[in-house]
């Protein structure tokens, strides 16, 4: 029997209620992530990409269809912390050094401090920043705070990781690494990510599926399965079959922007 998906939308639709009418920011979704799934989700601003994120993580209730998460609704997920969400911006308190801000969802959580300051350790470990827990935020280059970031959403430890374009406002040079970091910690851990990009590039090396989607209101209108193998040096970009992937996802984002006209 095939394992059930760990985030299934189903007919997803929400429409926003504002002073100037309806918006309608996504429409009949429907979309399966199996479990150590690498899905990115790219189109146009205001497609629904970080919509669908934020109903998995009941931050948005849709007003159309159903969203699993590990079974459950969004809410109960929450509760049973099935995730973590990594936001655009660091989102760090600077008055918190580096391992404070990590260890702060555990201290909400309560757990006891033995414990949080092992957890800590081990996920500065897998985002290479031992020897920063006692920096302030301000003493960190942009890519390390949101490599801080991603190790306060993985300390407790959840299944699920939701990213919303962490990488977007980062230069080429520090993307790239980031990227090739993330392809790695995804390869030691086997979580399951949902990962929003504006970048095809970033899309095709990330993943193991592309999720392509229309304008407002957000459809997908295509759901692409990477053949790339699960190691991808940089220098995979280059290939024939990274370049014909990339190829096919901007064929995808022009055919669903010319569907809206």
């Known amino acids: ?21 309806p918006v309608h920011a996504l429409k009949g979704v429907d979309l399966a992530i199996g479990r150590g799934d690498f899905v990115s989700f790219i189109g146009p601003s205001g497609c629904g990409k970080t919509t669908f994120l934020r109903i998995a993580a009941d931050l948005e ?13 969004p809410a109960a997920a929450r509760r049973a912390r099935a995730y973590g969400y990594v936001f655009q ?39 290479e920043l031992v020897g920063f827990e006692k920096k302030y935020p301000w003493q960190l280059s942009g890519g390390m705070q949101q490599r801080a970031s991603i190790a306060r959403a993985l300390a407790f430890d959840a299944d699920i990781l939701l990213m919303d ?19 790695a910690l995804w390869a030691r851990t086997g979580k399951t990510i949902a990962f929003v990009t504006h970048s095809i590039p970033e ?5 193991t599926r592309i999720v392509v989607m229309s304008p407002r209101p957000g459809r997908v209108t295509d759901v692409i399965e990477s053949p790339l193998p699960r190691e991808r040096p940089l220098h995979i970009r280059e290939s024939a079959a990274f370049l014909e992937i990339a190829a096919r996802v901007r064929d995808g984002l022009r055919a669903g922007i010319g569907e809206d006209v």
């Open 1 to 21: 029997m095939p394992e059930a998906p760990v985030i299934e939308a189903k007919g997803l639709g929400l429409t926003f209620q504002t002073a100037d009418g």
């Open 61 to 73: 209730s849709p007003t159309e269809g159903v969203m699993t998460v590990n079974g459950m609704s």
């Open 89 to 127: 911006a660091a989102g760090l308190f600077p008055w918190r050094t580096i391992g404070h801000n990590v260890t702060l969802p555990l201290e909400i959580m309560g757990f006891p401090k033995a414990e949080r300051e092992a957890r800590c350790r081990r996920v500065l470990e897998l985002v």
């Open 165 to 183: 374009e962490p990488f977007g406002a980062l230069d080429e040079i520090v993307r790239d690494r980031l990227n090739e970091e993330l392809l």
């Open 203 to 207: 899309a095709v090396y990330l993943s």
